[in-house]
């Protein structure tokens, strides 16, 4: 009597396993690129509050004091202990926050100062010790926050209606985009916000120079 062999049946997915599989990777991927769209957010939301506080710290020393803070002449009085009468140095009341937005120690300007002042007055936390490393404001990108008074020496063409400037460097070109249509026109060219590349000497983006995603900037907003 013949044998029949047995041949085993080879086994494989399903049309139904493979769609099931097939919408479980959408929804990791779903979930991953909303994470990471809600982590964008929040950093340009964070960069954009960085621009809005400036302000308010300069009013409320204004305020608090009759003075500009970086300005003060008598801020070792406003801001010292009877202690230590030397823990920050009086400005020279001219008017303006002096220096550059990018100055550290130990320039003595009042872009320097400024920070020293507003933290001795309590409107702002961080280091008072310019010595520190610490006591430069860094934006959440790691870049370096600064302010000075505006005119003829404002960067990237803001010279016109702006009685002050903060800068903010190191902002990735797509949180750039983002952070213009939050706080501007949307054009990183024109208006109160503008965006350039460089260090000390900025330069605005256009055409010559686009603005990539993936690059590193320096946005300045006249206030």
């Not at 916000?193 to 000390?200: A, I, N, P, V, Y």
Request: proline residues 5%; glycine residues 12%; contains cysteine.
């Amino acid at each position: 009597m013949p044998q029949h062999s047995s041949v085993p049946r080879q086994s494989g997915f399903t049309l139904v396993e493979i769609a099931i599989v097939l919408v479980i990777i959408g929804l990791l991927l779903g979930g991953v690129l909303k994470g990471q769209e809600l982590i964008n957010s929040a950093k340009v939301k964070n960069l954009a509050q960085d621009f809005r506080v400036v302000p308010t710290f300069i009013y409320a020393y204004q305020d608090k004091f009759r003075a500009l803070p970086g300005d003060d002449s008598r801020a070792t009085t406003h801001l010292c202990p009877t202690t230590n009468l030397g823990c920050t140095t009086n400005g020279d009341a001219v008017g303006v926050i002096d220096g550059n937005w990018n100055d550290k120690h130990p320039a003595a300007t009042g872009a320097v100062r400024f920070w020293q002042h507003i933290r001795l007055a309590n409107l702002a936390p961080g280091s008072t010790d310019l010595a520190s490393p610490n006591f430069l404001p860094l934006n959440s990108e790691g870049g370096r926050i600064g302010v000075q008074s505006g005119g003829a020496a404002a960067p990237l063409g803001l010279t016109h209606g702006a009685s002050y400037i903060v800068c903010s460097a190191g902002i990735q070109g797509k949180h750039v985009r983002q952070l213009d249509i939050t706080l501007d026109d949307g054009d990183p060219q024109t208006g109160s916000l503008r965006t350039g590349t460089g260090t000390d000497t900025l330069t605005l983006v256009s055409a010559a120079n686009p603005l990539e995603d993936g690059g590193a900037y320096t946005v300045c907003m006249g206030i």
